[in-house]
């Protein structure tokens, strides 16, 4: 008996050094911010700040801190320190001036090695080469407008097609997510799914693509583990799913092989899709290469990798952040008939010569940029932004260790009164070329990885479906609230970096 108590004394004690060790291994960071007088946010063993933000809005967590710690503050993701910069000037020091002193994270923390290299491009961090296209020119930009103007066709039939069955309210989110999976077939993939006879598998393709336009946001405890677990786990789910990935990305492959075999053996004139644009641009950037006397590696070659990789990036953004940005602007309508009236008015300006929505009429409407930019300030593309620093990088107050996570609170910095005064408020006027040329350039950041960059083929191509969407519906249709109808529209707790609007139901009516 003795020997038995003894034996589970002893197995009791190696237990409790067991859990004080791995308690100490857990918290033993938590006074890295202390001993640097940074002040923050409590942290919990094992999930450091990530600990029931999984029932939360991401966002709204960043906007409460920064009001509660101001504009630099610490958090941990699990044991990782994580320094939350708020602050214009940083953000511009740390995205800019001393770059090359940070690395992306999120294309870091993919395994996946084409995705990895699609979000490095997104981010722009592959600048150099002549098979990666930094960005369209207007013209290349303008023949993608037929293939988008068709699928949004499929559009408003579908929204006309509610109308007559007399559907109190529409999930215009629903509509939204439909509309796009058609024009990312057609116009990146040269692919219509709603074909007599569609080149593709419908339902393989359609399935596919809900399950990348359908981001998720898990509300559980262990979606949490590739954030604070890092080493363990990879965050490839959240930006890609595995399932979704062997179904796509060859399908991507076999439609770039398709164009550069097309490319080489004929000259046929047709409406082009993206691929067809990138590899025409391709082929100039290695020609002015050439003709700069620089040498190009595989001169005559195209980079089969990059433009998959590139074509992955404009999916995975269109996906992602224009279906969002398209929801919330019609949400965003229904809320504010007066801005709705406004763009419908300098619409039917632009369509004076010609009543058909255009490349140029898009362009040129000042009021729908200064429209959506507001749209964006309040839900841009992603919450937050995080770098990786990679060397001891040293500001005017602020010291930065290599290894510490740092990032910017896009959500949190679009919504401080310092920058936006009456930020809660929905106000386009903030962007008229007066104001917004007077404001700090990194106090608005709207797309996600690619920052305010909007030379970057991603969001050129992301914004100009937008544009053309926002047109066309507020051309044919007018939108009010219904019963249903939130105000404003309340967004999806949960683990994500992605902005994503809880179903949006609005009452639609069509225009005479």
Known sequence: MVELLTAACVLVALVAVALAAVYRYLTATFDYFEKRGIVGPKPQPLFGNYYKLWNKVFGEEDVKNVHQYGKVFGTFDGRTPNLVVADADLAKAILDKERDHFRNRRSASVKNP???????????????????????????????????????????????????????????????????????????????????????????????????????????????????????????????RNSAARYLIPLIHSSVKEKISAEKSSDEKKVPDLVDILLETVSEQKQTTKDEGKEVEGASAVNEEALVAQSLAVLLNTAQATKS???????TLASKPEIQDKLHSELNKQLQTSNEISFEAVQNAQYLDMFLNEVLRMYPSEYRIEHECLENTEFENLKIEKGTIVSIPLYALHRLEDYYPEPHTFNPDRFSPAIAEKRHPYTYLPFGLAGSNTANVSVQYGMLVTKLTVATLIKNFKFVPAEETQIPPPLEEGITGVMKPKPVKISVELRK
Do not use: M, W
């Not at 109190?168 to 989110?173: L, N, Q, W």
């Not at 692919?191 to 399950?211: I, M, Y």
């Open 114 to 240: 084409l995705v990895q290299k699609s979000l490095s491009i997104l981010a722009g961090e592959v600048k150099g080469s002549p098979d990666v296209v930094v960005a369209l020119s207007r013209e290349k930009l303008r023949k993608l407008t037929p293939r988008i103007l068709k699928s949004l066709e499929f559009l408003t039939q579908n929204l006309k097609k509610s109308l007559e069955a007399s559907e109190p309210s529409i999930d215009i989110t629903y509509a939204v997510r439909n509309f796009l999976a058609h024009s990312l077939a057609l116009t990146l993939l040269d692919k219509d799914s709603q074909a007599e006879e569609p080149k593709v598998d419908q339902n393989a393709f359609s399935g596919t693509l809900e399950q990348v336009l359908k981001v998720d946001n898990p509300t559980y405890p262990v979606a949490s583990f590739p954030f604070v677990l890092p080493a363990f786990y990879s965050q490839d789910c959240f930006v890609l």
């Open 325 to 331: 940005t398209i929801a919330l602007s019609v949400a």
